[in-house]
């Protein structure tokens, strides 16, 4: 998860273990006649593509996903890719073999810049920093001293590559970068006791105003409306076919008695969504002060802490920065 290997690298890795790649697997694992016109015979290499394909598939967490690509018409046959935001997707389908947490860990990611150093080796801050101006990545760098001791330090991408008269530097030393992001770690824990006693306290206020039973009086309320629209409806059903009310009639109060059956429903339907955004907020809130105490005797900084903690730091000029946490302290 944190080697800060990329698609080409992670091929190079599984090429040189000797795993063969789906298309091999199905092939000579499973006996299958199976066949990828992509793939050269016998040559059952591990590309880019596959593990980009492999890394983004919720189908590991239990979810199908269709409706990617689709013909564009009955009279053109050619198939087109369908945007994200369009895909059916139906969760918790199967059994999952992937953690979600893992899974969306991946997926977050995938989205930083977490190319490695000329050594081989990535840096902890990898696709995490950010100029606090221009909002681009900030570039590592190394410089010697009087005494001959080498440092690194960190500047503002666009006055390094593209002119120093769109940003400045907002250079800043790895020690001190490390030292205020220590620091900020170890005051959110030290809040924590502080954070679990209020939530015990909100716990104990939902409690005592019984919002629970609050809320279930009036489902039971409504409930009680929309049965007893039902029955008009069936009354006004009967008026109808025995001539007592006009076509007419029947269709404007069919039409009223509908309409406040679906506010009700609508009324019950932000009840249950209230609660559950209640309840889904403590649990977060819980989950982030557990993800804290993990790291209660901190001593030192490494690429996992930061990638669980941390979502970017910006940096700006005079050694000021400003850390966004995956959750609120």
């Known amino acids: 998860m944190n080697e800060g290997l990329g698609n080409l690298s992670i091929c190079r890795k599984l090429n040189d273990m000797g795993v063969l790649n789906p298309t091999g697997y199905k092939k ?20 880019p593509s596959t593990i980009r394909n492999i890394l983004k598939n919720d189908i590991y967490i239990g979810n199908i996903t269709q409706g990617k690509r689709k013909v564009k018409s009955y009279k053109i046959h050619k198939i087109e890719q369908v945007p994200e935001n369009e895909w059916i997707r139906k969760e918790n389908m199967h059994e999952a073999i992937i953690d979600k947490k893992l899974f969306d860990k991946a997926q977050n990611l995938r989205k930083v810049d977490t190319r490695v150093q000329n050594n081989g080796k990535l840096s902890i801050w990898a696709g995490i920093l950010r100029c606090g101006d221009c909002k681009r990545a900030m570039h590592k760098k190394y410089c010697k001293n009087k005494t001959g001791k080498i440092y690194e330090y960190y500047v503002c991408s666009t006055y390094r590559k593209k002119s120093n008269n769109l940003c400045t530097k907002h250079t800043i030393k790895i020690d001190d970068l490390e030292n205020a992001v220590l620091t900020a770690i170890r005051m959110c824990i030290e809040s924590l006791s502080d954070i679990e006693k209020i939530l015990q306290d909100a716990k104990k206020y939902n409690k005592i105003k019984g919002l629970d039973q609050e809320i279930q009086n009036i489902k039971i309320s409504k409930q009680k409306d929309i049965e007893k629209i039902d029955n008009l ?7 109808f076919r025995n001539e007592l009310i006009t076509k007419e009639e029947y269709l404007a109060y069919k039409r009223k008695y509908e309409q406040k059956i679906k506010n009700a429903k609508e009324i019950i339907n932000n009840l249950d969504r209230q609660k559950q955004e209640q309840e889904n907020n403590i649990n977060e809130k819980n989950e982030w002060i557990e993800q804290f105490k993990v790291n209660k005797n901190i001593i030192s900084l490494d690429r996992d802490v930061i990638v669980e903690l941390i979502d970017y730091i910006e940096i700006y000029e005079n050694n000021k920065i400003r850390i966004y946490f995956k959750f609120t302290c």
């Open 28 to 47: 000579k694992k499973l006996n299958q006649n199976y066949s990828n016109s992509k793939i050269i015979e016998q040559d059952f290499l591990w590309c």
């Open 233 to 239: 409806k069936r009354y006004l059903y009967e008026d």
